[in-house]
């Protein structure tokens, strides 16, 4: 096998190299061109971001404003009517809810068979505790004491004392208690 070259110039194959080279610098370019096209893209909605972001920063500032505005507006005094206002009509409704059945049940649960209830008046004060008056009457002082003693053993009542006793007109003791009612929940 011979080992030279005889030609004059030397054939070097240089096609598949320039070849490869070719499609790298077409590879280099469409990345350029890729990346150059992402740039506008993100400089353009950054720009648009940042003047939503300025848009809503005044947007706040004007809302701040207008929000210390009004409260420099609202007069203390009406404040304080308003609130009033609300607390009365949250003690109507406290009332309204007030059930005469659940009350009427405990009584009639721990009345003894000598006592007659003969008036009864449940009062809500501002803070929603319930404060039942009532007039009894019962034979003598100890069956008096035996209701309170009942009213006191339930769950329900609590600081049952009497105001005031007399004589009934039928024979017998009138007695008024008060005391705490707490309704079943």
């Not at 890729?34 to 500032?61: H, K, M």
């Amino acid at each position: 096998m011979l080992r030279t070259n005889l030609s004059t110039r030397p054939f070097y194959n240089e096609r598949a190299l320039h070849g490869v080279l070719g499609i790298a610098a077409l590879i280099v370019a469409a990345a350029t061109i890729f990346n150059l096209t992402q740039i506008v893209v993100l400089t353009r909605r950054q720009s648009t971001l940042s003047g939503q972001a300025d848009a809503a920063e005044t947007r706040a500032a004007e809302l701040r404003a207008q929000a210390a505005r009004t409260r420099q507006a609202v007069n203390a005094k009406e404040l304080e009517t308003i609130t009033g206002d609300a607390r009365e009509a949250n003690i109507l409704i406290d009332q309204r809810l007030f059930s005469w059945t659940d009350l009427l049940s405990r009584l009639e649960s721990t009345l003894p068979d000598n006592v007659r209830i003969t008036a009864l008046r449940p009062s809500v004060a501002r803070d929603g505790t319930i404060k039942v008056t009532m007039t009894v009457t019962a034979e003598g002082v100890d069956d008096i004491e035996q209701f309170m003693a009942n009213l006191e053993q339930t769950t329900a009542f609590s600081d049952v004392y009497p105001l005031d006793d007399e004589p009934a007109e039928e024979g017998g003791v009138r007695a008024s208690l008060e005391g705490m009612y707490v309704p079943a929940p």
